[in-house]
């Protein structure tokens, strides 16, 4: 049995990535440490660090994506990665061992939602090995989180004094560690070109390590959360085990 459905990488242009790396023209600076000084050390750490996770949460769709939540965790240097999008009606997850294998299992609220990518509850739930010949888009995928981690830093030399000078910086704790929290104001290139009715974008930096440690956009009332971990510390991707992977001949 084959069916054809829209191939998974193609949601992935729409998981945020793109999003996050347009908020660094939002980037932070002014008071201790210098901006320029942290920020090179955490592009310094994300580019050496050999694997690392990225989350963004958006329950409210602040970012206007369709997308509630979206998760890229995997290895730096080689192809070997796990992405999850959730979405209206619909969960996604793509785990992507090597080279030349690659599997995927959808799950959707309803029967419709299901229709939309030719899956049948045959195949709902269950994971679906990708054929060979479908895999060049994972170059994709890749290309797009190193675009969106280098481009954390690199407009952050752009910003103009007036941007600058409105930065607010503080010591606070997140999640049990100590951080300088960057508040920059949504204004300018921010709010067209980034999130369109964000007021500001907080930046999160390690006090111990200098890492960049979470991104959030909010409003009065919402809050889209971006966050970096597991720096060095992702355990390979292994491929599911042979009874939950469906028997089923699928073109995606």
Known sequence: MTKTMSRPTRWLSATGLGVVAAWTLAACGGGPP?????????????????????????????????LSSMEYSGQSNETNFRIA??????????????????????????????????????AA???????????????????????????????????????????????TELDGQQVYKYDVPATGQVETEVAPGADTASFYFSQESNELLQLDASTEDATAVFTFSDYDSVEP????????????DWEF
């Not at 481009?151 to 010591?171: K, M, P, Q, W």
Request: glycine content about 6%.
């Open 34 to 66: 210098e901006l320029t000084e942290i920020s090179d050390s955490a592009q310094q750490s994300m580019d050496e660090a050999n694997s690392l996770t990225f989350t963004m949460e958006d329950p409210d769709n602040l970012l206007g994506e369709g």
């Open 85 to 122: 999008v959730a979405m209206e009606g619909a969960n996604i997850e793509v785990l992507v061992i090597d080279e030349s294998t690659a599997y995927a299992k959808y799950e959707f609220d309803d029967e419709e939602a299901g229709s939309l990518f030719g899956m049948g509850e045959d």
């Open 125 to 171: 739930g269950q994971w679906i090995e990708t054929p060979e010949s479908d895999l060049m888009g994972v170059d994709e995928v890749t290309a797009q989180f190193d675009e969106m981690s280098n481009g954390v830093f690199s407009l952050i030399d752009n910003l103009s004094e007036e941007e600058l000078e409105a930065v607010e910086v503080e010591e």
């Open 237 to 248: 991707i292994e491929a599911p085990p042979e009874e939950e992977i469906a028997d089923i």
